[in-house]
């Protein structure tokens, strides 16, 4: 069997009609840029997070960068953050003249150690962005704890977490702002980039509107710098036909992972746990396993393709590293960065693809 870590096509298949009449109306529109599609998906999905604002923005970064700089972080300032997320998170803080502080992961649910923070609070903290790292959200119990005993700003980073769930409460929810991708990968895609940020603060969508076109206040009026950041028309007409199929495409990506649970019996593989509060939506499923190298080599050689989200822990890159010359440690982080391992999942995964993949894995002796 060979099968593809992800395959779109299979997905357009299903939604063929679908899409490609979404297309058709936008191009027969004659309007490409910020018009009814971008309005419609924005209150789409304010509705489905359950939030009062929700703007249409470029891609997931831009969204964290927009989202910060409408939240008030100054060059100067620093924002707390996981150290095994990925690049995006810390280029957006960076994006702002602001310094990432990092924090390591939990050892259970690879999210940020919420207890971790404390200690990392300076006067020059103002906010924090918890990573609800593959489809599963952090503490936000602590967090907002956290978030109110030291004034700081919440700003969820919900790039892996469409459709996740803390206590009923749906990711995005939480802070002054979360911060969506619709990277083709993710838990919704786009046939492109594209990102949104929700909120339920009126000024804070007023200025991220004003921020992601030009900075403009009203039409040729710039009162401070702007960006192009926005979500095109044709991509949010792809998107509101993909947000009617999120939660079942969800609930399919949990079953696959309930599969892969259930299935795998061998004593040198780790599964991912689910954390009480959290329901994860398993944007990917991530294991740990001995001798990982070996291991994704033995699946490769099966036609099994494996990727490491992420290999190297964001205080090991020498971006980070030139802009704050800091030394910390990570220990938790640093054995993760060693032993993950990510899985095939994605809703249109077939059961036979899985059963193969749980015979191979095991199948798989680290050898002594
Ligand atoms: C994908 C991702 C981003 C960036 O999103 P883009 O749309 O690719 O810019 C940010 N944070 C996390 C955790 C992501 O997975």
């Not at 979360?178 to 804070?204: E, V």
């Not at 949010?236 to 079942?248: F, G, I, M, Q, S």
């Not at 994605?346 to 095991?362: G, Q, T």
Request: aromatic content about 10%.
């Amino acid at each position: 069997m060979k099968i593809p870590f992800i395959d779109f096509r299979r997905e357009y298949r299903d939604l063929k009609k679908e899409l490609d009449s979404a297309v058709k109306r936008v191009i027969n529109s004659g309007h490409y840029i910020l018009g009814k599609e971008v309005e419609e998906f924005e209150k789409a999905l304010a509705d489905y997070i359950g939030v009062k604002y929700a703007v249409g923005v470029g891609n997931g970064t831009e969204a964290l960068h927009l989202a910060l700089l409408a939240g008030g972080v100054k060059p100067g300032d620093e924002v707390i953050t996981a150290v095994n997320t990925c690049a995006p998170t810390i280029s957006a803080i960076m994006a702002c003249g602001a310094i990432p502080v990092l924090v390591d992961a939990h050892p259970l649910s690879y999210c940020l150690d919420s207890a971790a923070i404390p200690a990392k609070i300076t006067k020059k903290t103002k906010a924090v962005i918890p990573v609800h790292l593959y489809g599963q959200m952090s503490n936000m119990g602590h967090l907002m704890a956290i978030g109110k005993r030291y004034n700081l700003k919440i700003i969820e980073d919900c790039a892996q977490a469409s459709g996740a769930k803390y206590k009923n409460k749906m990711a995005g929810s939480f802070g002054i702002a979360g911060c969506f991708s619709f990277y083709p990968t993710k838990n919704i895609g786009a046939l492109g980039d594209g990102g949104m940020i929700s909120t339920n603060s009126r000024d804070l969508a007023v200025e991220c509107r004003r921020l992601r076109n030009y900075g403009e206040t009203t039409r040729y009026k710039h009162d401070s710098l702007g960006f192009n950041s926005r979500l095109d028309e044709i991509q949010a007409a792809l998107l509101r036909v993909k947000l009617k199929k999120l939660d079942e495409w969800n609930r399919r990506r949990r079953a696959i992972a309930e599969r892969y649970k259930a299935g795998i019996d061998n004593p040198d593989v780790i599964l991912p746990e689910e954390m009480e509060c959290a329901r994860h939506v398993y944007h990917l499923f991530v294991i740990r396993v001995k001798r990982r190298d070996y291991f994704r080599n033995v699946l490769k050689a099966k036609g099994i393709p494996t990727l490491i989200h992420y290999p190297i822990p964001m205080y090991r890159q020498k971006f980070y590293l030139d802009l704050t010359r800091k030394r910390d440690y990570f220990p938790v982080a640093d054995q993760l960065a060693e032993e993950i391992v990510s899985l095939p999942l994605y809703p249109y995964l077939r059961d036979e693809e899985v059963d193969y993949i749980i015979k191979i894995v095991n199948s798989y002796r680290p050898v002594k």
